[in-house]
């Protein structure tokens, strides 16, 4: 039996895996990450980056993998526009929350908590970009892995149990450091990935929201005043 945690299943991805294969193993780790079916492409297709099936502790399917953000759906993200009934259909991800990731499919990106990456294919491209420190560095990677048409693929035959409240990083920084290091890693990657014109025009646009709020409350009040004239 082999036993592995979430982060041995990310450093295994970077250093021993020139192809895949698939077993049927089930492990658990000291901390309680659970690992079932180390697996990949058992018909020797070359698949640079796969994710596995990502559950919470209470055995939830994790939402582990997205899209790649237009500036639109950035603007709905961050605003939380994305939300709003008339909106939702237009926000990133909107057809992989319809999908029960019960089936095999190329995908944009996956969360780094548990993949699998070659270590040719990670090699070659020069590896995580180190100046993304938390958060992101993977989205930047599957970018890096589309622009040099290669493939990512979600996997559902191995699952991860996923501990995600018990990480180093929240202990470390705390909830608000943690969100900090989300925003400084957002920030830098569109900012290497659309240029700075697009990021302060989304800036602009998402500072610009909080005028049209005040707008509609000053417009409601108005109205209401002169309903009581």
Same mark, same amino acid.
């Given at each position: 039996m082999l036993r592995f945690s979430a982060l041995a299943v990310l450093l295994l991805s970077c250093l021993a895996v020139p192809s895949f294969a698939t077993?049927?193993?089930?492990?658990?780790?000291?901390?309680?990450?659970?690992?079932q079916g180390v697996v990949a492409d058992p018909?020797?297709?070359?698949?640079?980056?796969?994710e596995v099936n990502l559950v919470d502790e209470d055995g939830s399917i994790a939402e582990s993998c997205g899209?790649?953000?237009?500036?639109?759906?950035?603007?709905?993200r961050s605003s939380a526009w994305g939300e709003l009934p008339w909106f939702r259909r237009q926000?990133?991800?909107?057809?992989?929350?319809?999908?029960?990731?019960?089936?095999?499919r190329d995908v944009d990106l996956v969360v780094g908590a548990a993949m699998f990456i070659r270590t040719d294919v990670f090699r070659q491209l020069g590896g995580f970009d180190e100046r993304f420190?938390? +958060?992101?560095?993977?989205?930047?990677?599957? @970018?890096?892995?589309?622009?040099? =048409?290669? !493939?990512?693929? +979600?996997?559902?035959?191995?699952?991860?149990? @996923?501990?995600?409240?018990?990480? =180093?990083? !929240?202990k470390t920084w705390g909830r608000s450091g943690v969100l900090g290091w989300r925003q400084r890693s957002r920030r830098?990657?569109?900012?290497?990935?659309?240029?700075?014109?697009?990021?302060?025009?989304?800036?602009?646009?998402l500072a610009g929201r909080y005028l049209l709020y005040v707008a509609i409350i000053a417009g409601v009040f108005l109205w209401i005043r002169s309903l009581l004239r």
């Open positions: 077993t049927d193993s089930s492990s658990k780790s000291a901390n309680g990450n659970t690992v018909t020797g297709a070359i698949v640079p980056n796969a899209e790649f953000d237009t500036w639109w759906q950035s603007f709905l926000s990133n991800g909107y057809a992989l929350r319809q999908w029960d990731y019960s089936t095999e420190f938390l +958060y992101h560095e993977e989205i930047d990677f599957a @970018h890096r892995l589309r622009d040099a =048409g290669k !493939r990512v693929v +979600y996997l559902p035959q191995c699952v991860v149990t @996923h501990l995600s409240e018990q990480g =180093g990083s !929240r830098l990657y569109w900012i290497k990935r659309h240029g700075r014109l697009w990021y302060y025009s989304l800036s602009a646009a």
